[in-house]
């Protein structure tokens, strides 16, 4: 399956309630072959209205972070755990998460990116199928599978508590410096302890 059969077959998705509610399925958007993929939690109101994740003040905020550290949206792939707004912007439910994962999961394996940035707790714990706070790990970097996963704050939780808008800067300097130098190994997940 390709990634544009993907997002077809999940255009009419009615696989949970979510389906009720949205305007329209947020697969995802960038650069197929992307090195980089973002994962953020779910579509919010403007992103359900446009079909593409990131697009409200958060989107502009991570535009932002990317020019700060020489990316822009075109290099990277951005995608969201859950593919339809929840109502109100409720917190993704755990059947609903397990029901999109896979797609997810599908997602990352046809773009091959060397880096997964997972944006907040429910990405994190998305990819690592362990709970844990994002304010333990984010800036870290570990390996889960082929990839590396850098966790980071949510560009969201950045607007509305302005005390986290540096510690977001911080992790995409963090990124940035990850990046530009040569690739050794990670620890893994199971390695890290921090995952209890």
């Known amino acids: 399956m390709t ?9 009419d998705c009615r ?4 389906a009720s509610g949205r305007t329209q399925v947020v697969f995802g958007v960038g650069n197929p072959h992307a ?9 919010g109101f403007y992103e359900d209205r446009q079909g593409e994740p990131f697009v409200g003040a958060a989107g502009r905020l991570l535009n932002e972070l990317l020019e700060a550290v020489g990316l822009s949206r075109a290099d990277v792939y951005i995608a969201n755990v859950i593919k339809c707004r929840p109502p109100d912007n409720r917190d993704p439910l755990p059947d609903e998460v397990d029901t999109c994962k896979p797609f997810l999961f599908q997602q990352i394996e ?18 690592c199928g362990k709970k844990i706070g994002i304010m333990k790990v984010r800036g870290q ?7 590396f996963v850098f966790p980071m704050l949510h560009p969201a939780a950045a607007l509305h508590q302005g005390n986290l808008n540096e510690p977001l800067r911080e992790d995409f300097r963090k990124l ?21």
């Open 3 to 11: 990634l544009p059969e993907l997002a077809l077959d999940l255009k």
């Open 15 to 18: 696989r949970c309630r979510l």
């Open 35 to 43: 090195t980089i993929m973002f994962v953020g939690e779910a579509p």
């Open 110 to 127: 046809l773009i091959k990116p060397k880096v997964v940035c997972t944006l907040g707790n429910f990405a994190i714990q998305t990819l």
């Open 141 to 147: 970097v570990f390996q889960v599978q082929e990839f």
């Open 176 to 196: 940035k410096a990850f990046l530009d130098r040569p690739q050794e190994p990670a620890a893994t997940v199971e390695q890290m302890n921090l995952f209890g």
